[in-house]
């Protein structure tokens, strides 16, 4: 297995660009434009260049920082499905103070660290961590990588064992297939967005779209109301791209954008023509879909910017096949559903 390499959040998110500016970064010059890699917030594909460097040096960013409070309650929920009346095997070993250390056992990125160090919070206890988010971790056989001690009494270390233990390796999964993913499309010369997809575990959504960015891929939208998705059933039950386009731009305003799914350049075209701010191609064959966005892009040289999305089957064995720089967006379930988990433990020091 190639050694992962850990994404640089600092380089990512110092490049952050909204969506809005992506769609301007459509009309400026060619001239004045490079390509850059992927950004772990929020979609930005290609970055205006001056003689003298103006971006503003920012500390490190936390990730973090952008969970809504509602993820405690969230782990609250997890401890309490765990553990809904008596714990007999807490009264086994008592209250007394231990130390237990996390240890990582299989390669992958390691991601979830604040719904590691909340379980545990909750439980009265307290994390140490010796690696970053974000850190990539190879152990060898036999040799597990220290990842974090924890500390508390015997029993509430065990109660938040197997739920911190599973947040962690899944969030880590998924960060790690993010990764892999993101240097499976740079390395072919992809220089636009790789996400991910709305098709998250109920429930879970917060720790795997975390994951997501913790291993360098967009995350898509969050919701239904992080951006306005009309795909083919919208469509048939409102009667056309146009009318469907029409209604959700009364209710959408100016703030929420709208994507719409074709699945021809002709549904393409009634799309842009209706208002349509993103246009994903779904399920196209890989030449297929680079002579469409290709055609397509033609006939926008010049009008508004519009961004294209490609999606439908992208995995890793057939994504370089869709690698064109005429789609701004990647978008693949592959990231995260189905994906292995990276394999941690937790052991009370003795």
């Known amino acids: 297995m190639t050694p992962l390499q850990a994404p640089d959040p600092a380089e990512n998110c110092a490049n952050h660009r909204s969506i809005s500016q992506l769609l301007n970064s459509r009309q400026t010059s060619t001239t004045s434009i490079t390509t850059h890699s992927i950004c772990q917030f929020t979609a930005y594909r290609r970055i205006t260049t001056t003689t003298k460097d103006t971006t503003a040096k920012m500390s490190s960013p936390d990730l973090a920082d952008l969970l809504p409070s509602s993820y405690k309650s969230l782990i609250t929920s997890w401890l309490a ?8 095997a807490g009264y086994v070993v008592g209250s007394s ?17 604040p719904f590691f160090t909340e379980v545990f919070a909750q439980c009265g206890c307290t994390v140490t961590w010796h690696l970053s988010e974000g850190a990539a971790v190879a152990p060898t056989p036999g040799n597990p990588i220290r990842v974090a001690t924890v500390s508390g009494p015997t029993r509430q270390l065990l109660l938040g064992e197997r739920v911190a233990l599973n947040a962690l390796a899944r969030c880590s999964g998924v960060a790690t297939a993010s990764n892999e993913m993101v240097e499976l499309v740079r390395g072919a010369g992809y220089t636009g967005i790789l996400a991910g997809t709305r098709k ?15 291993g360098g891929a967009d995350a898509h939208r969050h919701d239904l109301s992080s951006m306005i998705m009309l795909k083919d059933n919208h469509i048939w039950a409102r009667g056309s791209i146009t009318e469907a386009v029409k209604a959700a731009r009364k209710v959408g305003g100016f703030a929420l954008k709208i994507e719409v799914e074709v699945d021809s350049e002709e549904g393409a075209d009634e799309a842009i023509a209706a208002g349509a701010d993103v246009v994903m191609l779904d399920n196209f064959g890989g030449e297929g879909l680079k002579v469409a966005a290709k055609s397509i892009r033609g006939r926008l040289e010049g009008k508004k910017a519009v961004l294209l999305e490609c999606s439908g089957g992208l995995t890793r064995d057939n994504v370089k096949e869709y690698v064109c720089n005429d789609i701004d967006i990647i978008s693949t379930s592959a990231i995260h559903q189905g994906v292995p988990h990276v394999d941690f433990s937790l052991k009370i020091d003795h």
């Open 97 to 113: 103070p231990r130390t237990a250390t996390l240890f990582a056992k299989s390669n992958g990125i390691l991601a979830g660290v």
């Open 81 to 88: 499905e765990d553990c809904p009346s008596f714990d007999p």
């Open 200 to 214: 998250t575990t109920p429930g879970f959504r917060v720790v795997e779209k975390y994951g997501m960015l913790v």
